[in-house]
C-alpha cells in the first residue's frame, strides 16, 4: 500500500495509466498514450537438478522478463518517440548503437497521480506490428510497439 496508510487507499484501475520515455537526464521525457499496455511480467529462470529426486529444480540466478506491448490506434506518435524508434530500427546504418531509455508505466489514480508504477530499465524497440487490414470489418487500425528491456523494478 502507498505510504503504509491503507485506510485511504483505493485500489487503481487498470484503464487510467500513464507511459513515459525518458532519456539520459529527466528534462529529456516524453509521455504517450496508448490503447493498451502489457508484458509487465518476469520469473526467475529455473533449470532441471539431477538428482535422487524426481522432477528436481532449481533457481539458475537469472530472472527472465517478457516484451512491453504497447497498443494504440494508428494516429502521429509523438516525434521524440518517432525519431527514437526510427534511430533504432535503423541502427546498422548509423554507429550500430542503439539508445535505450527508461520507460515507466503507471497506473493512476482519479486525481490522476500516480497510485502504482514500474520502471522498465535499458529499453528499446524490438518489433512493430499493424493489426491485420479486413474489408470485412468496422475496426480501427491498431498499431503495437514492441520494447525489450533489461530490469523491471516497482516504483510506488
Not at 487503481?12 to 528534462?27: D, I, L, M, T
Not at 490503447?35 to 522432477?55: F, P, Q, R, T
Not at 497506473?107 to 508504477?117: Q, R, S, V
Request: charged share 25%; glycine share 8%.
Amino acid at each position: 500500500m502507498p505510504g503504509g496508510n491503507d485506510k485511504n487507499w483505493t485500489p487503481p484501475v487498470n484503464f487510467y495509466f500513464r507511459v513515459e520515455f525518458q532519456w539520459g537526464s529527466s528534462n529529456d521525457k516524453t509521455v504517450a498514450s496508448f490503447l493498451e499496455v502489457s508484458g509487465l511480467d518476469e520469473e526467475v529462470a529455473m533449470e532441471a537438478v539431477k538428482s535422487n529426486i524426481e522432477g528436481g529444480m532449481r533457481p539458475t540466478g537469472q530472472i527472465k522478463h517478457g516484451n512491453i506491448v504497447l497498443k494504440r490506434p494508428l494516429k502521429h506518435l509523438n516525434e521524440d518517440i518517432r525519431k527514437w524508434v526510427k534511430e533504432c530500427f535503423s541502427f546498422t546504418l548509423g554507429d550500430n548503437r542503439i539508445r535505450p531509455c527508461l520507460v515507466i508505466i503507471s497506473l493512476l489514480n482519479p486525481e490522476g497521480k500516480p497510485c502504482a508504477g514500474w520502471e522498465c530499465s535499458r529499453a528499446f524497440p524490438v518489433k512493430w506490428s499493424l493489426d491485420p487490414m479486413n474489408s470485412s470489418e468496422s475496426k480501427l487500425a491498431i498499431e503495437s510497439l514492441t520494447l525489450c528491456y533489461s530490469r523491471l523494478s516497482r516504483r510506488i
